[in-house]
């Protein structure tokens, strides 16, 4: 037996006996083992989607109709029942490619408790990333393997990690839980427009309680984590917020339903949502996003969390009370109307929770850094309107036109700092 931790020793002998502490030490090891399989899964999923074998998983690569059958085969060892096309795990549809067919892969868990509830929950991932580069990229003149460990091999090691957990608990769930592997994302919410449009014969989005959405949360720092859409449903906060402190989140839960990932696609069309985020970072939408830069641990932790939610939510008798945004729905993660910036927001925004737009990354050759933005600049004003978050960034960008000149002010190193900009176009 593994030399036991002090502590353990003297808590369990304080509440009995020697056979208590060997007892405590022997539940403390197992929970430590189970926690170590998860994260080992966690990376070797991780590992297998973002290989350079697997091209990116952009549209038209073989790499990514490969993902989608292993992440059928997945769902089967899981022992997921199919609720994709024709009795099958893969919803299929077609994209602008000739013949070119993706694949969502829906798999449900079914509730086996003798008090069950209408309606379900769904909980989600996109599988797919940029392939070679290209639009899309933060370094489109290379065409090389963009392998999206992050963005969102994470999210979808965690989505089997959240189907796995809920197998075991079955007999708690009152509602089924619809898990969903989305493809298309990154050419602009395909998949998940598909499955709310067009759901297979099964999924009745209708009865749908709220929809979980996973997508980068492999970069867990600090304890921090950004739990957007948090304002799409008055009762989202007394649900989260507790979960989230007995795993030792700092959640910052914040946003309506409108977002850069699959999730907005459910809340235009009704639905409560949540997106889980980990935080942006220098390799985002850029190569070096790769495997060996995620944290595992941090990734099972989110995993953890969403399964939590996704129990409470099995439970819940009552609907959400959905909360409708007057903002249209981004349509991407570059979105804005019909100027462009060439800039990529931080959803999970300033650390120190200072209202602004915190920049994640400038396009290269793009109008803001023409203008002088940097990484790491938190936007407050744009002319005369004050930037408090992402929502007014959007709706600054939605009213503005290209070849139109703006005056930016950002914190940059604590002090205001303010900068011409040309809007550009964004055909």
């Not at 030490?25 to 999923?45: L, Y």
């Not at 009370?321 to 990529?344: C, N, P």
Request: hydrophobic share 40%; aromatic share 4%.
């Amino acid at each position: 037996m593994r030399r036991l931790t002090a502590a353990v020793l003297a808590a369990a002998l304080l509440a009995g006996s020697t056979s208590h502490a060997l007892a405590a030490a022997q539940e403390t090891q197992d929970v430590e083992s189970d926690a170590r399989a998860a994260q080992e899964r966690f990376g070797s999923d991780v590992q297998w989607l973002a290989a350079d074998e697997r091209e990116g998983r952009g549209v038209g690569t073989d790499g990514l109709d490969d993902s989608a059958h292993w992440l059928a085969a997945r769902f089967n060892e899981l022992d997921l029942r199919p609720a994709g096309d024709s009795g099958g795990f893969l919803q299929s549809f077609s994209v602008r490619l000739p013949g070119r067919e993706i694949h969502n892969v829906i798999g449900i868990v079914e509730s086996e408790a003798p008090d069950r509830l209408p309606g379900g929950v769904i909980i989600g991932a996109h599988y797919d990333h940029l392939g070679f580069g290209g639009q899309g990229s933060l370094e489109p003149d290379e065409r090389v393997v963009h392998n999206g460990a992050d963005d969102n091999a994470s999210g979808t090691a965690a989505l089997l990690e959240v189907a796995r957990g809920l197998m075991l608990r079955r007999a708690e769930l009152r509602r089924d839980i619809i898990l969903v592997a989305f493809s298309g994302e990154e050419a602009g919410l395909i998949g998940s427009s598909m499955l709310v449009h067009a759901p297979p014969e099964g999924v009745d989005l209708s009865s749908v309680l709220a929809m979980l959405n996973m997508d980068m949360v492999g970069r867990l720092r600090d304890d921090r984590l950004a739990v957007l859409g948090g304002e799409s449903a008055t009762e989202w906060v007394e649900i989260v917020e507790p979960l989230c402190r007995l795993r030792d989140l700092q959640c910052s839960i914040k946003d309506d339903g409108f977002g850069a990932s699959d999730h907005s696609s459910f809340y235009a069309a009704g639905i409560p949502v949540l997106h889980f985020f980990t935080g942006a970072h220098p390799e985002y939408h850029k190569p070096e996003d790769d495997a060996a830069l995620i944290n595992a641990a941090g990734g099972v932790r989110v995993a953890d969390l969403v399964l939590a939610v996704a129990l409470e939510l099995s439970r819940r008798e009552t609907p959400l009370s959905y909360v409708k945004s007057e903002r249209r729905a981004s349509g991407g993660r570059l979105a804005g109307g019909g100027a462009r910036l060439g800039t990529i927001p931080d959803y999970a925004g300033s650390p120190d929770g200072v209202p602004g737009v915190l920049l994640s990354a400038v396009r290269s050759g793009g109008p803001a850094e023409a203008g002088g933005l940097q990484r790491g600049d938190l936007i407050v004003q744009i002319d005369s309107t004050v930037v408090g978050d992402v929502e007014d960034f959007m709706m600054v960008l939605q009213s503005a036109t290209p070849g139109q000149k703006a005056e930016i002010t950002v914190i940059r190193d604590g002090e205001r700092v303010i900068l011409n900009v040309t809007y550009g176009s964004r055909n």
